[in-house]
C-alpha cells in the first residue's frame, strides 16, 4: 500500500461550520503533513508531525486545529473559516530524515480536499 | 528567506519536441532537491537529488543537480501530449523537522 488517502475529496462550507479533513497511510511513515494549495500556486506548507509530536507550525491562524491521533492518521479541523481559505488541502507522509536512506525521505501526496467557504 | 524559482513559468511545445526546465533555489540547510509532476489533484513523485552532476533519468525524463550554482534541470525528451502538467520543484530543508520549500511550477503544455 502506497497510497495517502484523504477525506472528503470535496467539501463546501459556511463560515460558521466545523468541518474536519481526515487523511490516512499505512506505509509506516512517521511524519505527515498538511500542505495548503491556492489555484495556480504551489503548495505552502501548514503544519508538520514527526512521531505523532507537532514539529512545525506555520504560523496558520487557529480556525485550523491539526490534529495526529495516531501514526497512521492525520486530521485538520476547521471552524469559523473565510472564503480566502477556500484551497486544495494536501496531505503528505514520509519517513523522518535520518530514520533511512535519503531517498526513501520523498513526499507521499494524497489527492487532496476542494474545499470551497461559502 | 528561503526561496525556490522556476523558469519558465508557461511553455507550451509541440509533441516530439525536447523541453528543459530550469529550478535555482537559495535555501538554509539544504539537505536534497525533488521534482514532481501535477496534473490534476495529487503531486507525484519523479526525481530526488542529493549529489552535484549525477544525473538521474526514468524513460524519457532525466534531472540533474549543480550544488555549487544551486539549481537543478529537468529534461523531457520525445514529449507527448499526457507530459502536460505543473512541473514542480522542491527543496528539502531540514528546520527542526523536514519541510520542502515549492517553486512557483512551470505549466507545461505539449500540443499534438
Known amino acids: ?118 | 528567506e528561503d526561496k525556490v524559482v522556476q523558469s519558465p513559468l508557461s511553455l507550451v511545445v509541440h509533441e516530439g519536441d525536447t523541453v528543459t526546465l530550469n529550478c535555482s533555489y537559495e535555501v538554509t540547510n539544504f539537505r536534497s532537491l525533488l521534482w514532481y509532476k501535477q496534473e490534476k489533484k495529487a503531486p507525484t513523485f519523479l526525481f530526488m537529488l542529493t549529489s552535484s552532476g549525477i544525473e538521474k533519468k526514468s524513460g524519457r525524463l532525466s534531472s540533474i543537480l549543480d550544488k555549487k550554482e544551486l539549481f537543478s534541470i529537468l529534461n523531457i525528451t520525445a514529449t507527448q501530449t499526457g507530459d502536460s502538467a505543473v512541473y514542480l520543484c522542491a527543496a528539502q530543508i531540514i528546520q527542526g523537522a523536514q519541510k520542502l520549500v515549492f517553486g512557483q511550477g512551470t505549466r507545461l503544455t505539449i500540443n499534438p
Open chain 1, 1 to 118: 500500500d502506497t497510497e495517502v488517502t484523504q477525506t472528503p475529496k470535496h467539501l463546501v462550507m459556511g463560515m460558521t461550520n466545523k468541518k474536519s479533513l481526515k487523511c490516512e497511510q499505512h506505509m509506516g511513515h512517521r511524519a505527515m503533513y498538511w500542505y495548503k494549495q491556492k489555484a495556480k500556486k504551489p503548495p505552502e506548507l501548514m503544519f508538520v508531525y514527526s512521531y505523532e509530536k507537532l514539529s512545525i507550525n506555520e504560523s496558520v491562524p487557529s480556525r485550523f486545529s491539526p490534529e495526529c491521533p495516531n501514526s497512521s492518521l492525520l486530521n485538520l479541523h476547521l471552524h469559523a473559516l473565510q472564503p480566502e481559505d477556500s484551497a486544495l488541502y494536501l496531505c503528505a507522509s514520509n519517513t523522518p530524515p535520518g530514520q533511512t536512506t535519503q531517498t526513501n525521505e520523498k513526499l507521499f501526496f494524497g489527492s487532496g480536499t476542494q474545499l470551497s467557504v461559502l
